[in-house]
């Protein structure tokens, strides 16, 4: 609740879409959605990161004008973004993630899209304090969007400890390596207290 009530702080007429979805029902949807594209990417050797499970469906509903400025609170590989930037030619998107692979991928696009992307490192708890320290105050948004959970670039990574089909470390970390003072869940599950795990368990 806390992320939510830092968004409406800086929203212009409150206008966003929040997409929460069950993770595991989007990789199967995902899955789908992505047969044609990894057919046509497939003479490139190009994979794709990450494919949105309903990206045209947002993006029509955000009812955006040629010139917004946009928040993208979880930005990952880029998806709604980069439509957002093709549709709207004027517009310009602040680009929010703690995964730090994430943010590479922001600074990128950056690039591509002339500056229209600003990355910004972090949670969306933190993101009123954030735009802040770059100066940016009240009501600057036309709208905003929250596509919450953990994204393929997480889960088809063994490394990252999210995955359910590859071995690797019980990290499961979002942050990454970007934090290293963070625990691992490998950190929670092998000292907490069996009552401890009992509650989180149960309470999550």
Same mark, same amino acid.
């Given at each position: 609740?806390?992320?939510?009530?830092?968004?409406?702080?800086?929203?212009? #007429?409150?206008?966003?879409?929040?997409?929460?979805?069950?993770?595991?029902?989007?990789?199967? !949807?995902?899955?789908?959605?992505?047969?044609?594209?990894?057919?046509?990417?497939?003479?490139?050797?190009?994979?794709?990161?990450?494919?949105?499970?309903? !990206?045209?469906?947002?993006?029509?509903?955000?009812?955006?004008?040629?010139?917004?400025?946009?928040?993208?609170?979880?930005?990952?590989?880029?998806?709604?973004?980069?439509?957002?930037?093709?549709?709207?030619?004027?517009? #310009?998107?602040?680009?929010? =993630?703690?995964?730090?692979?994430?943010?590479?991928?922001?600074?990128?696009?950056?690039? #591509?899209?002339?500056?229209?992307?600003?990355?910004?490192?972090?949670?969306?708890?933190?993101?009123?304090?954030?735009?802040?320290?770059?100066?940016?105050?009240?009501?600057?948004?036309?709208?905003?969007?929250? =596509?919450?959970?953990?994204?393929?670039?997480?889960? =088809?990574?063994?490394?990252?400890?999210?995955?359910?089909?590859?071995?690797?470390?019980?990290?499961?970390?979002?942050?990454?390596?970007?934090?290293? =003072?963070?625990?691992?869940?490998?950190?929670?599950?092998?000292?907490?207290?069996?009552?401890?795990?009992?509650?989180?368990?149960?309470?999550?």
């Amino acid at each position: 609740m806390k992320a939510f009530a830092a968004i409406h702080t800086c929203l212009n #007429k409150s206008r966003y879409l929040l997409i929460v979805q069950n993770q595991l029902q989007q990789r199967c !949807l995902s899955s789908q959605n992505s047969v044609q594209e990894e057919r046509t990417n497939r003479n490139s050797g190009h994979k794709p990161l990450h494919i949105p499970v309903m !990206l045209q469906e947002t993006i029509d509903n955000l009812n955006m004008k040629q010139q917004s400025t946009f928040l993208d609170l979880t930005f990952g590989a880029g998806g709604h973004t980069e439509e957002i930037l093709k549709r709207f030619p004027c517009s #310009k998107v602040y680009a929010l =993630d703690r995964d730090e692979r994430a943010i590479e991928i922001a600074e990128e696009l950056s690039i #591509k899209y002339n500056g229209r992307i600003i990355p910004i490192t972090g949670k969306m708890s933190e993101v009123t304090f954030l735009l802040q320290k770059m100066g940016l105050h009240g009501n600057i948004f036309d709208g905003a969007i929250i =596509d919450a959970g953990c994204s393929s670039m997480q889960f =088809d990574d063994g490394h990252r400890g999210f995955s359910l089909s590859k071995s690797g470390p019980l990290d499961m970390r979002m942050d990454g390596n970007r934090l290293n =003072d963070n625990i691992t869940a490998a950190d929670v599950v092998n000292n907490l207290p069996e009552g401890d795990l009992k509650n989180i368990i149960r309470d999550t």
